[in-house]
C-alpha cells in the first residue's frame, strides 16, 4: 500500500462511520463532549406478600415481572394445566394493567412447565390469551413448581 493510500483509507473509515452513525440518528460534533448515557435506576413495584421478591420492577420503560402460577384467591386453581395457564395469564394481566401496560406490550415469556406432555395443552390457552405477534417465548421442562402448580409464567413487557 503507498503512503497516499495508507492517508486515504484510514480517513474514508472515519467518514463512513461518522456517516453511518448521523444515519442512525446520533449527532456528531468535533468539539462536543462525550455522550452521558442517561441510566434509569429500577423502581420495585408491589411486594410479594409473605414471600422475598417484588411483584414487579420497572427499568425505564420496561417491566420485568415475577413468575405467576395459576393462583386465585390464595388458592392454586383446579382443573390441570390448561385452568393453572389460563389464571397465570389472568395474574400476569393483572400486574401489567396495574403497572400501566397491557398484554400487547409483552416482549418476552418464559415457561416453566413440570411435564413437557402439557405443551400442546399450554399453548392452546396462550393463543387464546395473547395475540399475534405473539412475544418471544422459552419453555422448560422442570422438576417441580411452588404450590404444586402445573405451570408457571413469567414475562417482561416493555413500552
Known amino acids: ?39 434509569s435506576s429500577p423502581v420495585f413495584l408491589g411486594d410479594g406478600g409473605n414471600y422475598p421478591f417484588s411483584e414487579a420492577v420497572r427499568v425505564g420503560d420496561t417491566l420485568y415481572m415475577s413468575g405467576q402460577i395459576g393462583f386465585k384467591d390464595g388458592k392454586l386453581v383446579k382443573g390441570g394445566v390448561k385452568a393453572e395457564a389460563k389464571q397465570a395469564l389472568a395474574n400476569i ?14 416482549v418476552k415469556c418464559m415457561v416453566m412447565l413440570t411435564d413437557m406432555d402439557d405443551f400442546d395443552d399450554f399453548n392452546k390457552v396462550y393463543k387464546a390469551e395473547l395475540a399475534k405477534p405473539y412475544p418471544v417465548r422459552s419453555a422448560f421442562g422442570v ?17
Do not use: H, R
Open 1 to 39: 500500500m503507498s503512503k497516499t493510500t495508507a492517508k486515504i483509507v484510514p480517513t474514508f473509515l472515519s467518514q463512513a462511520l461518522l456517516v453511518g452513525a448521523c444515519a442512525l440518528g446520533f449527532t456528531v460534533s468535533a468539539t462536543a463532549a462525550p455522550a452521558t448515557i442517561i441510566k
Open 93 to 106: 394481566n393483572t400486574t401489567l394493567l396495574k403497572y400501566g401496560y397491557q398484554k400487547s406490550d409483552i
Open 143 to 159: 422438576a417441580e413448581l411452588a404450590a404444586g402448580a402445573s405451570v408457571e409464567v413469567e414475562c417482561i413487557a416493555a413500552k
